[in-house]
T-cell receptor, first 114, second 110 residues
């Protein structure tokens, strides 16, 4: 079974530039998550989709971050404009549906903002 | 108080030792609990779910103490390959939102 795919794996940009990340979840998984993981910390949930609807985006900095999940499958996360403090690994995860389901993580995108 | 708290470590233990980590959570209505393992520069992977009755998988045992609001992970007969960061994950009651702790770093020494 194919896992969660993410691209790119690495990205270096200057502050105030824009960047986009892509995620393809495991086939059949209804729930998709985007996490931000800063070095030395645990993953922090940015946004959670159930099919193509947003379940939780309370920790998404909406003035600069946006995300969408078209047709309830692939998802993109965008940062515009980027700040130095956005340097982190952005992890995408998916799960079947509910709160007891295992989350499967993609390899992440390592973003460096200079 | 943080929603999920872990001692960041590192815990340095010799091979063959038994080591235990605790994780406290603040929301008494939390219902689902997990331990994830994260290797350096890799993504987190589920180690085990934590049930009310406890859960054992080989050398790993997870326990839930609702009265004191913590979960624990016990690793027996530590192996070098157990070296990793162990993330505690708690489901926020009434939602599908998972809250991760900062992780506890374990180093098993030869």
């Amino acid at each position: 079974e194919a896992g969660v795919a993410q691209s790119p794996r690495y990205k270096i940009i200057e502050k105030r530039q824009s960047v986009a990340f892509w995620c393809n979840p495991i086939s059949g998984h209804a729930t998709l998550y985007w996490y931000q993981q800063i070095l030395g910390q645990g993953p922090k949930l940015l946004i959670q989709f159930q099919n193509n609807g947003v379940v939780d985006d309370s920790q998404l900095p909406k003035d600069r971050f946006s995300a969408e999940r078209l047709k309830g499958v692939d998802s993109t996360l965008k940062i515009q404009p980027a700040k130095l403090e956005d340097s982190a690994v952005y992890l995408c995860a998916s799960s079947l549906v509910g709160e007891r389901d295992e989350q499967y993580f993609g390899p992440g995108t390592r973003l460096t903002v200079t | 108080r943080k929603e999920v708290e872990q001692d960041p470590g590192p815990f340095n233990v010799p091979e063959g030792a038994t080591v235990a980590f605790n994780c406290t959570y603040s929301n008494s209505a939390s219902q689902s609990f997990f331990w994830y393992r994260q290797d350096c520069r890799k993504e987190p992977k589920l180690l085990m779910s934590v049930y009310s009755s406890g859960n054992e998988d080989g050398r790993f045992t997870a326990q839930l103490n609702r009265a004191s609001q913590y979960i624990s992970l016990l690793i027996r007969d530590s192996k070098l390959s157990d070296s990793a960061t162990y993330l505690c994950v708690v489901n926020a009651a009434g939602t599908y939102k998972y809250i991760f702790g900062t992780g506890t770093r374990l180093k098993v020494l030869a």
